[in-house]
């Protein structure tokens, strides 16, 4: 892997990280209401409005606006928020370890799941097993998270009672109940996941099945067996890494929709409650920090790819 | 025209996918003539009523008929959806041909540009926007426009430069035929097949973003007989009443699972060469 | 037959169809190869030769239905054994050969494990002693620096270095019984000669029984003991490769014998060619790639390739020019360049016209010059009717005289020979010869003064390929057009071609007179050329 290469595509996520940041202060600055009278209320006094204007930096030209807010991020500081009048970046950083966590989980969760499942529907391709699977992740894409989540909440904490409703626990604090408050939601957000990803492992180990090489290794009398774990995987699963890294979108923002279901303090419900209060500076940090996340998983997705993909190498 | 509807009939993912579809068509333009009683209106003496022959998919908490409401929501969640597709998919369709027609630098900073749009999750990019705009059905399509807007340039693109290579638009260049023939009659009927395809998929999820925006709030507002909105609303009473959740859950997975299959039948049928 | 290693009696085999007859692939097909002998199988797209080949493997299709007959291995009926001993026999007993070695081998694992997993499955050998023969059959291939090459990947060797590691492979485990499918087809001409030469050194060596199959009776012959000419799925003929070119017996193992390019036999009539010329080409430069601003400013390498370095030549009215080459050596980007589909730099005169950049190419030129392309399914847009696709240059240039569009097409369509209710269908409901004609059609819409033709028959099947170049041959005479022939096929380029230029790795090396290139040829790469390719003269006269 060359050091150019590396040089390149890391530019890339620096410009990605312009982009979105111009994109999400950009947006928010169209806001038709003014941030000082959302901060103060409607019947606010002039003089008091122009006071919250000057302290906001609001009479500022919007590209100077920008440069502050952009500055402060630099520095970690992602102003106050508009809500309550606290710091945003603590709470914000504090809400995105409860998030990861819970996308992590998901994660693990779906590797498991639609890795092996993709890969027996292609090795059973035409026949019921694939079919079956086929069946399966048609539906599975088709379930939005809410759905999914409220029909499994009615399931487990309803009618079967078996795993509780909502809320979150600290792992520190209580292993087994943290684990048992993130079963449902995990699982929510891994179905749809799993469906997406089994059926894009399924079509790149078809293809790989039906390669030249395959054809040739079954010529030479190696046993099915060695050709599937030692000739088919290893060029089936290398995409796989570009599939999952490109899917961790979905993830993020199907842990929005369940934190806010499943009442998960984490960062996808502070972006919520952010949304319905208008309040800029979290929403501003909440899609920045998110994106970024996307932007770096791909990055490092694109790495690991390139260094195992040996055509690309050695090069 | 009439060939790649026989083979879309032919095909088992095209006909079941024509088949949901034509009844969602079905809800959409007659929703309202077929629905037996007013989704807005309230009665409550009628609330809670389990699915009945009165009330074929039961009541709500004010007594509404679900039945009723799912007919007429049909509309707003289909249609809307379809909607913004539409756009994003024209305008993408655009960039990404013209970005791939002209190749070299300019072609590399618009992709780039995509890209970086891309590193926002849709549900994300939709709630920047619902957020600044306000939370209202109109808002919630302008922020789906714009968030696949990206994806539908890549798709165009990648399509208009396979379609670019090709040996007949060299032939065209080398016959001294005229640019804007070349792309409007050699490469777009090439081209607009597999964005179809890939628009019909994205309306599925359109439909799921939509619904979800509807679900949080940021969509669709009450009393507006919304898919996702009815969901929303119905969580409170799950316990008691689990259909008034069920059905439009069922019926929002239903039309995404409809569509989803109508893309795949129109891929085999649109390429003349898997006949 | 007692001594045959491989014997097939009276098979045949169907493949279903979901909603038709069954189609009969191969009906009735007997043959046998001895020990150390080498059969040929020849036949043309749809005769069966390569699934007759998988049939002996084993490897069927999920809808093939065999009707009838035995494959014997050493006296073994192959269909009937179960999937267990198959596993045992393939890659050791009974081997394959492809037609591909970049696509027959992993990308991802070594060229050693590649190897070894056969000695280690067949041979019962463990690691250590299967990594030592492997390096000891790399170095029998005559493959340099064995040990290094066990650790390569795939990608870093070359074809022919490929060629030789499967080569390898399928002798390592002393087999009885050799298929190979098309071997050479995808090596340049000298790699090819030289994977030949050293099959035959080890067949010498090993006494293997071999079954050859190809589309080229000029190679097979080379190479071949005995030849069968399958015709759709029939053997019509088998016999020695003398025979089979001196006396051919059946019809259509006559039609293929004369279809086959033959430089002794040319097809160009005598006609004197003017002294004038048409096209003139000096100091021709074509790079691709780009080196800019960013580059040149951090001083890297020069990322351009040169594809054609300082070609000059002439063509004159009426002449038919050869350009020969292997792939790489710069003659297609000449095409393009010439069209205007890629920037080059130098002169080019045509007629009176003075270009240096093909932004000064202006329809009247474009017009005069036309190109035919190699594959006959990407240059027709597979969403026009054939009729439009005929018609777009008469739109473009203008109808002739006292016609009309649907009868100028008609007129085109007959003059190719295809029906004019062809001008109703999509490219996908034509062969590919007919494309090709179709392509041809299009080109002399309006009758042109040079076409430029890039490969046009290499991905046809040689009596399809007759025809096309009969047909082009016929066109000429009645439009007296001059053709830059484009091709990496030495045979036919001197059945039409006045002269002949040779190119290799940009360079143009001669040009030499069609007829007497081997007389004429003075460079060392033109006389390798030239001593490896198969002709049937040396078919006739050289294998004993």
Redesign the interface.
Known sequence: MTASYLFKRFMLVIYTLLVVSLLVFGITQLLPADAAVTLLGQNATPQALAVVRARLGLNDPAWLQYWHWLRGVLHGDFGVSMRNGLPVAPTIMAALGRSLLLAVCALLLMLVVAIPLGIWAAVRRGKLADMLVSVLSYVGISFPEFVTATLLLLLFADVWQILPATGYVPLTEDFRGGISHLILPSVTVAMILVAHVSRMVRSEMVDVLQTDYIRAAHLKGLSRRRILWRHALRNGLLPTITIVALDVGYLLGGIVVVEEIFAIPGIGRELIVAVQARDLPTIQAGVLILAATYSIVNFLADLAYVFLDKRISYA | MRDVMKHLILSPQGAVGLFILVVAALMVCGGAHIAPYDPESISILARYKAPSAEHWFGTDQLGRDIFSRVMVGARATIVLSLLATLMSMVTGAVIGTASAYLGGKTDEAIM??M??????????FA????????QSSFNAVLAITIAFVPGMVRIARSVSLAARQ???V????????ATHYIILR?ML??IVAPIIVEATIRV?FAI?LF??LS????GAQPPEPEW?LM??EA?AY??NA?WM??IP??A???V??GF??LGDGLRDALN??SH | MSDAVLAIENYSLDYLLPQSEPLQVLQDISLSVQRGEVVGLVGESGSGKTTLGWSVMRYMAANARERSGRILLAGEDLCQMSAPQLENLRGGKLGMIFQDPGASLNPTLTLGEQITEVLIRHRGLDARQALELGIQLLSHVELKNPAAMMKRYPHQVSGGEKQRVLIATAFACEPQCLIFDEPTTALDVISSAQILALFARLREETGVASLYISHDLALVSAVADRVCVLEKGHIVEQATARTLFLSPQHAYTQKLVAAVPDPAHRLTDATPVSAQPLLSLQNINIDYGRHGLLDRLLRRENGKTRAASDVSLTVHRGEIVGVVGESGSGKSSLAKALTGLVPFSGKVDFNGYNLSGRAEMDKDYRRRVQMIFQHPDASLNPRQRIGEIIARPLRLYGLPEGENEAQAVARLLEDVRLPASFARRFPHELSGGQKQRVAIARAFAHPPELVICDEITAALDVSVQATVIELLLELRRRYGTAYLFITHDLNLIRQIAHRVAVMYRGDLLEVLPGEAMAQHASHEYTKALLAAVHTPEKAITEHL
């Open positions: 780039r540009t890209d970086a749009v891309m590193s926002i999750p849709s549900l994300l709630l920047l926007i619902v957020s600044t705009l306000g090709q040996d007949y060299s032939a065209a260049i080398a016959r001294g035929e050699e009927p090439n599925a799921m619904a979800t679900f949080l709030g940021l996702g969901v929303s969580r799950f316990f689990p959740m069920l859950g069922v929002i997975a239903l995404a699972i989803n299959l003349p060469r």
